[in-house]
């Protein structure tokens, strides 16, 4: 059935698919179709193996079993395991966040001297908002108590005390709500601990519960989140506009090609720096054009926006990057690797660099890096894609001239950047004008991944567009991001051609204000997947400048091609933050009625936000705005266009 279907709606990946497929390199879209049909039990979260009793399966029909051997029923089963993906997914987005807070603080006792503080501006000002005094005090002392109170998130013992960076990111009356539903828990790490603790076999069995239980891991989830994003930028910079472009056209035949994949930010700046050093190594080869770094995935997020590195693909066309026979290494350092990648290398000349100790893949050439040697590491790194450009095969070439522009690099820092040149006394006017008047009806945050169950980039495409044409104004982080700057809607043209009249008058007006000649883009590029803290960053302002609860604004999110644990966590929190958040393929819970509920209309009442299951991306974007609109009239404000 699914060799009908075309697996991406990207024209250039799927060019490089059906190249694939005619020279024998399986990759995940071929695997996908192996893998058909997928397991029933699974799909609809039915399947429990959480202890060697198991596996057991509850017929979803009625006929078979309806318990497992324990006695769990699929409202337990189904449960358990959404909320133990939404604990995986704390566990990731924190980790990362942590290797980043061990760097600062090296940084801040002196003991690290390659990495600087790049942006004390936010550092100061994250010291302010934490409670620090900041005049007159040495900056790294300044720092040290900033990742003091970082390293408290991590720590603290005590229930009642709100997170330290969640003071920061939150507004009151939302972090009160929360501490009162009992979803915040003392310490991220605690939060992922006792959820694994209540799933185990013979604990929590209550569906209500085990979730509520899920809600506090996924917090802390957003607490990671927040505190990764804000130290890289106090480490490497925070993101302002940037022009770059994007797909696999970036890749050039004339320069040793190295792909920087993955999410940790360190290893690839370490590599953005010694590339600009070894140009010349590189031009002795007979790379003519010396070293090009192509981003993939969310470390081709982070250094697109703060280096203007071009990214090459988002997740799914990962492995189509070496396809192009041109592909020197690729670097990897966490998460969203796929295991793949080392077989598709294996068919051409490409190396492929895994960098974290905890993070190793067969077939792969491993680098030890840590903050102390990584820049170091990193010429060794460059230094092994020269001998793989040395082995590269002229008849294995396949390149593609497909690229777009795509202007990044929307923090909320930048954005606020902007808004001031139009208002310097109250920045944030222009904008909640535009949002009262109507003029934009509402935002939308894009998050997520891509998923072999949808075509690649499709439900990206259609909903930006169609949000876009009803005036809400589009944000987009991690594969999300990477699907819009492919498809060309980060630049001016697209805000000209998609945007409604109100939506395209407001980005004229910034886009003049920023100095440019013509309108800021349809899509704005927030960053990774850890930077949809930025979102929640301009959503907290508008919600403190009005006075009201985010669960009051006119502000939804969606994650249309979602498929990570990260992402359940991050759509679970985003719901316990009060957005109506969609999703676009079919969460692996609609086995138990009960948990559907809970999520949908349940987390409405306690949190405000719920979850939208709509796979028909013109629908989805109808639900959206529908949602958007009940939101306006709640704040009295005017009804946009019907449709
Ligand atoms: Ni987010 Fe980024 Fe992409 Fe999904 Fe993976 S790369 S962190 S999880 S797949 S968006
Ligand atoms: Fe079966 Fe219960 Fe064990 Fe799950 S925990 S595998 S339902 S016996």
Known sequence: MTQTRRHTADPTAHEMLVHARSIGVETAFDRYDKQQPQCGFGSLGLCCRFCWKGPCRVDPFGAGPQKGICGADRHTIAARQVARMMAAGAAGHSEHGRHVLHALDKVADGSLKTFQITDERKLLEVARRMGFTTEGRPVLEIAGDVVAASFEDFSNQHEGKAPNWLKVLLPAKRLERLQKLGVI??????????????????????????????????????????????????????????????????????????????????????????????????QALGAVDGINLVGVCCTGNEVMLRHGVPLAANYLSQEL?????????????????????????????TVVVTTHDENKIPGAVHRSVHPENAVEVARGIVELAFDAYKRRNPKQQHLSDEK?????????????????????????????????????????????????????????????????????LVLATGCGAGAFAKDGLMTQEATEQ??????????????????????????????????????????SALANRLGVDLSDLPVVASAPEAMTEKAVAIGTWSVAL???????????????????????????????????????????AEKLYAAIQERRRGLGLPAGARS
Do not use: W
């Open 185 to 282: 828990a003392p310490n991220i790490d605690m939060g992922v601990a006792q959820l694994m603790s209540r799933t185990h076999i013979g604990c929590d069995a209550d569906p209500l519960n085990i979730i509520l239980g899920g809600i506090r891991a996924a917090i802390g989830d957003l607490n990671g989140m927040v505190l990764a994003t804000e130290l890289s930028d106090i480490l490497f910079g925070t993101p302002a506009p940037v022009i770059t472009e994007a797909d696999l056209g970036v890749i050039k035949p004339t320069s040793v090609n190295i792909a920087l994949n993955g999410h940790n930010p360190i290893v690839a700046e370490a590599v953005c720096r010694v590339a600009a050093e070894m140009k010349a190594q590189a």
């Open 321 to 349: 990057v070496m396809l192009t026979g041109v592909m020197d290494a690729m670097v990897v350092d966490v998460q969203c690797i796929m295991p793949g990648i080392t077989a598709v290398a294996e068919n051409f000349h």
């Open 404 to 472: 777009s522009t795509a202007i990044v690099g929307f923090s909320a820092e930048s954005i606020v950047d902007v808004l001031t040149r139009i208002d310097a006394e109250d920045p944030l006017k222009p904008l909640l004008d535009a949002v009262t008047s109507g003029a934009i009806q509402g935002i939308v945050l894009f998050a997520g991944c891509n998923t072999t169950q949808v075509d690649q980039d499709m439900n990206y495409k259609t909903m930006g567009r169609e949000l876009a044409r009803r005036n809400v």
């Open 498 to 539: 998609y945007a409604g009249e109100g939506l395209k008058s407001v980005l004229r007006a910034l886009g003049e204000a920023a100095g440019l000649k013509g309108p800021l883009p349809l899509v704005f590029h927030m960053g990774s997947c850890v930077d949809n803290s930025r979102a929640v960053t301009v959503a």
């Open 578 to 620: 009060g957005f109506p958040t969609h999703l676009g393929n079919i969460p692996q819970v609609t086995g138990s009625d009960q948990v559907v509920k809970i999520m949908t209309e349940t987390a409405k009442d306690a949190f405000g936000g719920y979850f939208i299951v709509e796979p028909d991306p013109v629908k989805a």
